[in-house]
């Protein structure tokens, strides 16, 4: 009867309850209302939705899908989890839940960067998401706002799509390793380290202002500043983590039994198609381990280089 907990209720976790509700094991979704794919407006990369889908309408699929084979979607946010015995008890703002195994499906936060306007944009030149978005600024003049190695990679990564890039430091040294910087200065990018002051553009972004009033014309604002993730459970369980994000093996295990990571809180690609993936493969992993079977060994499957 305990069956299993999921805490997240965005694609990684509904991918996962989909596999647990169906081998019949009693489903929690614990989802309080939050998540960034309920953030996102329109997707194109989505396997199966070839006119692009929403965020909101992905979740609701999702819901529906998990929901036709049992699984309880529970609208509470947890805000603890602690062995209890051979089990776990999840603990939500509104109850307790004693479950046999985990999985944190919590999603990740995307830093703002703190300049005046930035969310009235997003969707509309600025971006959390260069692998998403890159393609509909194919040689158009972008910049990418971050400090760091994640800003230079992908600065980098913008090449692929414009040569028109450059990074906005918004007042912080640039403090990408040295190769990342050595690579950043070959490519040409032009590092601007002022602060910035605020976005312009009628209906679309065009052009950021730094406090000194200069304008950098940009149709694409790519926003680096990092993730922060939900580790906060998950280090409640000694599961470590390093800096936002989850570790796990590559079976989306962790070291503590019946513990298991997916999706965004564990970095990574960060897209809805790894995201379900890794549902997928932690809920697999975790079943097996419920059911105790050693006929097949997934977890040494999944290790196995491609
Ligand atoms: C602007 C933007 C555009 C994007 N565009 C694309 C795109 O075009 N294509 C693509 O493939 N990907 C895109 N992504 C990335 C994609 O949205 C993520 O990879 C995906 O949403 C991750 O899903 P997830 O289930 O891991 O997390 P989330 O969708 O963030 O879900 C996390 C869930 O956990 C719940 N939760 C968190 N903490 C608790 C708690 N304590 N208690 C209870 N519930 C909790 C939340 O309510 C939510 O239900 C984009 C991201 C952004 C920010």
Redesign the pocket.
């Known amino acids: 009867m305990p069956g299993v907990a999921i ?7 509904l991918n996962a309850a989909i596999y647990t509700a169906r081998a019949d094991k009693r489903t929690l979704v ?11 407006d329109t ?4 396997y199966g939705f070839p006119e692009g889908v929403t ?1 909101p309408e992905l979740v609701d699929l999702g819901q529906k899908h998990a929901q036709k084979y049992g699984a309880n979607i529970v609208e ?4 603890r989890i602690e062995p209890d015995e051979e089990q776990y008890c999840v603990e939500t703002t509104a109850d307790k839940y004693t479950v046999d195994g985990v999985i944190i ?4 936060d ?1 830093e703002r960067p703190a300049i005046a306007d930035v969310e009235s944009y ?1 969707g509309h030149g600025v ?3 260069v692998e ?1 978005d890159a393609y509909f600024y194919r040689d158009s003049p972008v910049a990418v706002v971050g400090n760091d190695n994640y800003a230079a990679t992908e600065a980098l990564m913008l090449l692929d799509y414009t040569d028109d890039v450059r990074i906005l430091t918004n007042g912080s040294p640039f403090e990408a390793d040295k190769d990342l910087q050595d690579r950043v200065v070959e490519a040409n990018i032009p590092v601007i380290t002022d602060n910035l002051d605020r976005l312009t553009g009628e209906e679309v972004l065009e052009a950021v202002i730094t406090q000194n009033g200069e304008e950098v014309s940009v149709d694409g604002l790519f926003v680096a500043l990092g993730t922060a993730g ?1 580790t906060d ?1 998950a280090e409640m369980l000694g599961v470590p983590v390093d800096g936002d994000d989850i570790i796990t093996d590559p079976d989306q295990s962790t070291p503590i039994d019946r513990v298991y990571a997916a ?3 564990t970095g990574g690609h ?4 790894t ?1 379900v993936g890794e549902g997928a493969r932690a809920a697999i992993n975790l079943l097996e381990d419920l059911r105790g079977a050693d006929y097949i060994d997934y977890k040494k499957l999944d290790s196995q280089p491609a």
């Open positions: 805490i997240g209720g965005g694609p990684t976790g614990f989802d309080d209302g939050g998540g960034t794919t309920r953030d996102v997707m194109e990369n989505v965020g509470e946010e947890v805000v499906a919590t999603g990740a995307y997003e971006s959390y998401c998403c939900g459970l999706g965004d809180v960060q897209q809805i198609a995201s």
